[in-house]
């Protein structure tokens, strides 16, 4: 297949874009890059079956955040309905984390003091993840709208840290005239620091369900099909609490009938064991059907 050189140049354009996207993001976000490549075979009209290995560089791209590799199933029983099932083995990395330490006030048993902080170093972390999806689509013209909803399971492995603990902050008021030790953490500072002792991190599960609805856009005698989505992650585990909201938009491209690429740029804000704060991701896919 030969493209002409004028719809490369638009292609490269868009790609530029997506690409400075993140670039107007507030100083304070994080910035990342998300890849995956995956392999598809459909058995029929109604049933097929993939694996993929996702890669994912975040910490402004400083460092790498997760390995992923997946297999899935997906069996569509109408036109207008798919059912999917998924497993991932998910290697991800928790960077440093610090938290305040609490205790009670012996003076007043009713309140709580801070003791100081504590700081876990970065580890890795091994997760199995089962999916089960319900995704329902309507075409309207050109126009594509969908609403899938995913049960997630995920079973964190115990693993181990390490643990700096900074205790006995010195008044801002003081500071200059303490000829003792003194510990820089967060902007404030110690006079005494512990450790690093072995922190363990415990095993546990972790139940979501994702709300994703999404819109894509067939345009005539063209391999690109743009899209935008927005996911909402409620956390079963808590209440259903909302943890975190997801926004993308971006494009795939079907260069021949058995290759895809898929490129998108993500926003992404809320809290949870896996992210905290808001995150600007280029996305970049390829997958190869058989």
Same mark, same amino acid.
């Given at each position: #297949?030969?493209? &002409?050189?004028?719809?490369?140049?638009?292609?490269?354009?868009?790609?530029?874009?997506?690409?400075?996207? $993140?670039?107007?993001?507030?100083?304070?976000?994080?910035?990342?890059?998300?890849?995956?490549?995956?392999?598809?075979?459909?058995?029929?009209?109604?049933?097929?079956?993939?694996?993929?290995?996702?890669?994912?560089?975040?910490?402004?791209?400083? *460092?790498?955040?997760?390995?992923?590799?997946?297999?899935?199933?997906?069996?569509?029983?109408?036109?207008? %309905?798919?059912?999917?099932?998924?497993? /991932?083995?998910?290697?991800?990395?928790?960077?440093? +984390?610090?938290?305040?330490?609490?205790?009670?006030?012996?003076?007043? &048993?009713?309140?709580?003091?801070?003791?100081? %902080?504590?700081? /876990?170093?970065?580890?890795?972390?091994?997760?199995?993840? @089962?999916?089960?999806?319900?995704?329902?689509?309507?075409?309207?013209?050109?126009?594509?709208?969908?609403? !899938?909803? !995913?049960?997630?399971?995920?079973?964190?492995?115990?693993?181990?840290? %390490?643990? /700096?603990?900074?205790?006995?902050?010195?008044?801002?008021? #003081?500071? /200059?005239?303490?000829?003792?030790?003194?510990?820089?953490?967060?902007?404030?500072?110690?006079?005494?620091?512990?450790?690093?002792?072995?922190?363990?991190? +415990?095993?546990?599960?972790?139940?979501?369900?994702?709300?994703?609805?999404?819109? +894509?856009?067939?345009?005539?005698?063209? $391999?690109?099909? $743009?899209? @935008?989505?927005?996911?909402?992650?409620?956390?079963?585990?808590?209440?259903?609490?909302?943890?975190?909201?997801?926004? *993308?938009?971006?494009?795939?491209?079907?260069?021949?009938?058995?290759? !895809?690429?898929?490129?998108?740029?993500?926003?992404?804000?809320?809290?949870?064991?896996?992210?905290?704060?808001?995150?600007?991701?280029?996305?970049?896919?390829?997958?190869?059907?058989?």
């Amino acid at each position: #297949m030969t493209l &002409p050189m004028s719809f490369i140049r638009k292609s490269l354009l868009c790609l530029g874009l997506l690409s400075a996207a $993140p670039l107007t993001a507030l100083a304070g976000d994080d910035f990342g890059l998300w890849t995956s490549f995956g392999a598809q075979k459909d058995f029929s009209k109604k049933f097929s079956v993939e694996a993929g290995l996702d890669f994912r560089a975040e910490d402004k791209l400083r *460092s790498v955040e997760r390995w992923d590799f997946s297999l899935g199933a997906t069996y569509k029983p109408f036109k207008f %309905l798919s059912l999917g099932v998924g497993y /991932d083995f998910i290697h991800q990395r928790n960077l440093q +984390e610090t938290k305040e330490d609490w205790e009670v006030d012996e003076d007043d &048993p009713s309140t709580v003091i801070s003791n100081g %902080l504590n700081v /876990d170093h970065g580890y890795w972390r091994n997760k199995h993840r @089962a999916v089960f999806d319900l995704t329902g689509n309507v075409a309207a013209g050109r126009f594509t709208f969908s609403l !899938r909803e !995913r049960y997630q399971f995920t079973h964190y492995r115990s693993t181990t840290t %390490l643990r /700096d603990k900074y205790r006995d902050e010195i008044p801002a008021n #003081m500071i /200059d005239a303490w000829t003792g030790e003194k510990h820089c953490m967060e902007g404030r500072v110690f006079s005494k620091l512990k450790g690093p002792d072995v922190k363990e991190k +415990e095993s546990k599960n972790k139940h979501y369900l994702r709300s994703r609805l999404q819109v +894509e856009y067939n345009i005539k005698h063209s $391999p690109l099909t $743009p899209y @935008a989505s927005f996911e909402l992650s409620n956390n079963l585990s808590d209440g259903f609490s909302l943890d975190k909201k997801r926004l *993308s938009i971006g494009t795939e491209w079907k260069i021949t009938k058995k290759h !895809r690429l898929e490129v998108g740029y993500v926003f992404q804000t809320g809290a949870d064991d896996d992210d905290e704060g808001d995150l600007h991701a280029i996305s970049l896919g390829y997958k190869f059907k058989f």
